[in-house]
């Protein structure tokens, strides 16, 4: 249709788009995808293109990975949501044909693909900074709101993969970048991290130190000074042990509680009201008991009358005002009585009638209360809550689930489209006490290749990902290794591809790193 070179050239810029979508739109994820199909197409040259996939043995196999989902519709019941997976995946498809098959990428174009592509993820968490202090107008509920454009999990892994480039370009690749661009790098190397704490995934943030601490280590060997490399290599095997006392000492603080003396409790509150004491209730709040030193009477009252929202009515996250306030409180050490509830804030308010359930929640920038929350959650169902709306015990459950699933479709697995319909079908038998809404898949990207494909396409699936790393010999390459790695941890704590905004980047990444110009570490020294 057009000249070769425009063909090159709309290939070229559609990529950098693409890369510059995928923390900012899903939707134009898909519409730069088609742009590249279309394309290919109409660039013809299918002579050239036939013999670059005829001598790619390396494309095929990683191609075998959508070949197996094909296979999988083979022996599954439930067409509709086969389908339904194929279409999520065809960029597994799509990518690895139109850049394993295209003229090959220059080192320096997928330079700058990452750069644009870092700066878009720098927007994005800009964008989202804004949102959470209020200056843009999207509602903010939860800290799973602040990502705005897509999946604050697919967020986090690309502020932890910007970042790597970022510590690429800065101290690995020997390249002289423009003054603005480094600083830029500069910059948003300390930004992202600080704002991926606040966007509190755990998954994230664990991939996040493992990531810099490897990084880490591998710089220790560039350093000359045999004197500084010892210190820095010292200091990387203490991070470990700080992160392990970091965990150590907020679930000895948690459970650090108050100590009660029943002969001393107080029976009425300055009002001469009485309160209610259920000492058999080990429900706690930093350290405080939640059901010590209540009267709802008083607290009510005053309530209704600071208060639109009524006590008996609910917060905008859908839980009990009642149940908040009293969490809330005990959280700041108060009584709940009257004279409790004079020492709340308008912000303490606001925050009861949002959903916020401790004051330690406020803290944006700080890990601790999301490693608070994940103790509290697991606190509450040992002492017999349900584990709805608990994110660390319902993964614990949805693994369980799958596990069982996949030893009891061990050899074949139970095809590509009837995932679903199996998590549905254990739930039900074993009268899970997920709530409907709850009852979800493994969320371990391992074990859903297992269910979906048994062991032998489980096989076939991790030789996809793998084998291709080898036959290209990247296993040296910076970007492929930290790509992967990313990747691989990602794949423990989530199905990191059965989402559009997962098998994007996932099958464009790749395909960069594997299939294209080799990032390779500087030499020691």
């Given at each position: 249709m057009f000249p070769r070179q425009i063909h090159?050239?709309?290939?070229?810029?559609?990529?950098?788009?693409?890369?510059?979508?995928?923390?900012?739109?899903?939707?134009?994820?898909?519409?730069?995808?088609?742009?590249?199909?279309?394309?290919?197409?109409?660039?013809?040259?299918?002579?050239?293109?036939?013999?670059?996939?005829?001598?790619?043995?390396?494309?095929?196999?990683?191609?075998?990975?959508?070949?197996?989902?094909?296979?999988?519709?083979?022996?599954?019941?439930?067409?509709?949501?086969?389908?339904?997976?194929i279409r999520i995946k065809l960029p597994l498809l799509v990518l690895p044909l139109v850049i394993g098959t295209s003229v090959p990428l220059l080192r320096r174009q997928t330079d700058l693909i990452l750069h644009f592509f870092t700066g878009a993820v720098c927007v994005a968490s800009l964008a989202s900074a804004l949102a959470l202090t209020g200056l843009l107008p999207f509602e903010i509920n939860g800290y799973r709101d602040i990502s705005l454009f897509i999946s604050y999990i697919?967020?986090?892994?690309?502020?932890?993969?910007?970042?790597?480039?970022?510590?690429?370009?800065?101290?690995?690749?020997?390249?002289?970048?423009?003054?603005?661009?480094?600083?830029?790098?500069?910059?948003?190397?300390?930004?992202?991290?600080?704002?991926?704490?606040?966007?509190?995934?755990?998954?994230?943030?664990?991939?996040?130190?493992?990531?810099?601490?490897?990084?880490?280590?591998?710089?220790?060997?560039?350093?000359?000074?045999?004197?500084?490399?010892?210190?820095?290599?010292?200091?990387?095997?203490?991070?470990?042990?700080?992160?392990?006392g970091y965990v150590g000492y907020v679930v000895k603080r948690f459970y650090t509680t108050e100590l009660i003396v029943p002969e001393e409790v107080d029976r009425l509150t300055a009002e001469g009201n009485a309160y209610l004491n259920l000492t058999e209730r080990k429900e706690i709040e930093n350290g405080h008991f939640v059901w010590m030193y209540v009267c709802r009477d008083e607290l009510e009252r005053e309530w209704n009358r600071v208060s639109g929202v009524d006590f008996n009515g609910m917060t905008k996250n859908g839980n009990s005002i009642q149940e908040t306030l009293l969490r809330y409180m005990t959280s700041k050490g108060l009584r709940k009585d009257a004279e409790g509830f004079s020492r709340l804030t308008q912000k303490d308010i606001q925050a009861v009638e949002n959903g916020i359930a401790n004051y330690i929640y406020h803290k944006k920038f700080s890990l601790y209360p999301r490693v608070y929350e994940i103790i509290w959650e697991i606190h509450r169902v040992r002492l017999g809550y349900s584990p709805n709306d608990k994110s660390i015990i319902q993964r614990w459950l949805y693994l369980e689930a799958g596990r069982t699933i996949a030893a009891e479709n061990f050899w074949i697995g139970v095809g590509t489209g009837d995932i679903y319909k199996a998590f549905k079908t254990y739930y039900e038998n074993t009268n899970s006490p997920l709530n409907e809404n709850r009852r979800r898949r493994a969320h371990n990207q391992y074990l859903t290749f297992l269910i979906d494909f048994g062991i032998f396409g489980f096989i076939i699936c991790m030789a996809a990902i793998i084998g291709p790393v080898f036959m290209k010999k990247r296993w040296d390459s910076y970007m492929a290794v930290v790509f992967l790695l990313i990747m691989g941890l990602s794949m423990l704590n989530e199905d990191t591809i059965e989402t559009s905004a997962g098998v994007t980047p996932f099958a464009l990444f790749y395909m960069m790193f594997i299939f294209g110009p080799h990032y390779r570490w500087l030499e020691d020294g």
């Open positions: 090159e050239q709309i290939y070229f810029w559609s990529l950098v788009l693409l890369a510059v979508s995928l923390p900012l739109s899903i939707f134009f994820t898909s519409v730069f995808q088609i742009v590249l199909m279309v394309n290919w197409v109409a660039e013809a040259q299918y002579g050239e293109k036939w013999q670059r996939f005829k001598s790619d043995r390396a494309l095929w196999l990683f191609l075998s990975l959508f070949g197996m989902h094909l296979l999988g519709m083979l022996w599954t019941t439930d067409m509709a949501y086969g389908l339904k997976d697919r967020f986090a892994l690309m502020i932890v993969f910007a970042t790597g480039v970022i510590v690429y370009f800065l101290f690995f690749s020997g390249l002289r970048l423009p003054l603005f661009l480094r600083w830029f790098y500069i910059v948003n190397l300390i930004w992202l991290p600080l704002f991926l704490l606040a966007l509190k995934s755990l998954s994230g943030i664990a991939i996040f130190i493992i990531l810099m601490y490897l990084l880490l280590l591998r710089l220790t060997f560039r350093i000359r000074k045999v004197s500084i490399r010892f210190m820095v290599f010292i200091f990387a095997l203490i991070i470990p042990l700080v992160s392990a």
